[in-house]
């Protein structure tokens, strides 16, 4: 059996995408809205793919930075650029899919794909998605 480490609490309230959502320790209090291409508002709130999309690049950042801290990599300044997109199956279903762009200056092309393809095995975020949705990883440096 897994060791719980953390476990997150967010309450979503409302009309589901144009709702709200708080997590427990009140940092997250955010204003839902859907976005002007899917119909909606848009405008100044954010929306559930803009969630994931940071939570997942938040992830994949800290997993990049892990395995090459424990390939003795020093990085420096990297980035994560994360996309995900809302899509319709031809069945009709509702699906994600995401994007991973890795920006490590300084390294060679090899070391750069090499380093992101091991973050992508260890994030928890790509491990849970893994097999479920289309994800794309790439890096550039």
């Excluded at 719980?4 to 209090?29: K, Q």
């Excluded at 997109?85 to 009709?92: C, Q």
């Amino acid at each position: 059996m897994a060791q719980l480490l953390y476990t997150a609490e967010v309450v979503a309230s409302g009309s589901g995408r144009d709702g709200e959502v708080v997590s427990s320790d009140g940092v997250i209090d955010e204003k839902l809205a859907t976005p002007k291409e899917m119909g909606g508002p848009g405008g100044a709130h954010t929306n559930p793919e803009q969630l994931f999309a940071a939570g997942y690049a938040a992830c994949f950042h800290s997993a990049l930075r892990a395995v090459a801290r424990q390939a003795k990599v020093d990085l420096g300044e990297t980035t994560i650029t994360a996309n995900v997109s809302l899509n319709r199956s031809d069945e009709g279903a509702y699906i994600l899919s995401a994007k991973l762009a890795a920006h490590l200056p300084g390294r060679t092309q090899a070391q750069a794909d090499e380093l992101v393809a091991q973050a992508h095995q260890v994030c928890p975020y790509s491990n849970a998605t893994r097999g479920n949705i289309d994800v794309e990883v790439s890096a550039t440096v």
